[in-house]
């Protein structure tokens, strides 16, 4: 049986990939495109671990008192809105759901607090409950924002939706 401290580390080496399992299958609804916002959104945020532990050193990042103050909700919307300008209402959702969801689980497990709320409230765990329900929560927006960008798609574009309706008045 490994020692606590290489299990710590090895759950650590697992963790990007399980953020970028979780963020891809929150917004799956969304296509493959929204995806990749979103896995690049719940992965590439935790590279602000070795900056605030000033190493790279797996150690160093894993003694960190609580998760970096990026890891907050503020920043979450921040990317959001960063992924609405630059491609639209669904790379921004993408990128605020992949970031989230990353959150969420980093509040789940018992490892360092994570600033959820700051800069208003000090850095906690929410427990794995809350976690899966915001998860969850995200998931179901995930899939209202692909029938809302559907439609719209169809009113605005002449997509499937707008084509075929188009034809069945014409031949009604």
Known sequence: MPS???RRQLVAAADPVIHALVAAAVVAPLGRAAVTTAVAAGTLIDVDHPLAARSARPAAMLSLDTRPRSHCLLATVAVGAAGAVAGGPVHGWAAFAGLASHLLRD??????????????????????????????????????????????????????????????????
Do not use: E, M
Not at 122 to 145: E, F, M, N
Not at 147 to 169: H, K, L, P, V, Y
């Open 4 to 6: 606590p401290d290489l």
């Open 107 to 172: 509040a789940a497990d018992d490892a360092a607090p994570t600033p959820l709320l700051w800069p208003w409230a000090a850095p906690r765990q929410i427990g794995r409950g809350r976690a899966l329900a915001g998860i969850a929560a995200l998931a179901a927006g995930s899939y209202v924002v692909s029938r809302w960008a559907g439609s719209a798609s169809g009113r605005t574009s002449g997509g499937a939706r707008g084509a075929c309706a188009g034809r069945r008045r014409r031949t009604a």
